[in-house]
């Protein structure tokens, strides 16, 4: 849960929430094909893992896939899969050496079968890594999170297992997909974009957000410093007064 202590430029964000929007808008500025940005982008996202270390960065979490994107043309999601597919059997020996804990969160149950396996695989082998810890958001809706967990939480009553009373933002917490995971301190968001696009609803409650004018495959280690400085310098108070 959410540290209630006031800060001021002091504290750094150890744990960043990224929406990673603009890899379609970048290929088509350049007369490319929606695919190409999502390949570029997937570098990006190899330049910023990298980067987490020397930047303090201990937990990041990116937004890969969500619920929504089903709706996208067969051949973006196909290619979207593959590129997941390749991050994965490309990236796992050097996450593994670089002490990297890789996790995957969101429905999983509608991803094809043998992806799947390979990111159950990729977590297994990855799962004593504590360097950094990476989460992949796919298949994931913050608002069909919460629906999976009141729902679980209603069997349990149903079933005499819990009542009305045990329900507690405790209880929903450990039952989030994030459930081991701390609350995100930043959020990041490119391509300019101002909304949260149904991104960890429960978990940003109190984080701090970015919103950078610059679509994911331009995003810099040096952009990204600069957001974590920005961070630095916010007053989170909580809901309390400053004192």
Not at 2 to 10: C, E, I, L, Y
Not at 19 to 40: F, S, T
Not at 156 to 184: C, G, H, N, Q, Y
Request: aromatic share 8%; glycine share 6%; net charge positive.
């Amino acid at each position: 849960m959410a540290n209630s202590r006031a800060v001021r430029g002091t504290t750094s964000a150890r744990h960043v929430a990224m929406i990673m929007d603009g890899n379609g808008r970048w290929a088509v500025e350049r007369g490319q094909p929606r695919l190409l940005g999502h390949k570029r982008g997937v570098e990006t996202v190899r330049e910023i893992v990298k980067s987490c270390p020397d930047l303090g960065v201990t937990h990041l979490t990116m937004f890969a896939f969500s619920t929504e994107n089903w709706k996208r043309s067969k051949t973006e999601v196909s290619g979207l899969m593959l590129l997941l597919r390749r991050y994965i059997q490309k990236e796992i020996a050097d996450l593994i050496d670089k002490g990297i804990r890789l996790r995957f969160i969101g429905r999983k149950d509608r991803v094809e079968k043998g992806l799947r396996a390979l990111m159950e695989s990729a977590e297994k082998r990855t799962e004593h890594n504590n360097k950094l810890h990476l989460t992949i958001a796919i298949d994931y809706g913050g608002r069909d999170e919460m629906t999976r967990v009141m729902q679980g939480i209603a069997v349990d009553i149903a079933a005499r297992k819990l009542t009305p009373a045990d329900v507690s933002e405790a209880l929903i917490s450990s039952r989030l997909d994030t459930f081991d995971l701390p609350d995100p301190d930043l959020v990041i968001r490119t391509s300019g974009e101002c909304r949260t696009s149904n991104f960890l609803l429960w978990q940003t409650a109190y984080a701090e957000y970015e919103f950078v004018d610059v679509n994911w495959p331009d995003f810099t280690p040096e952009i990204f410093g600069q957001m974590l400085e920005n961070f630095m310098l916010r007053d989170r108070r909580f809901g309390a007064v400053a004192k």
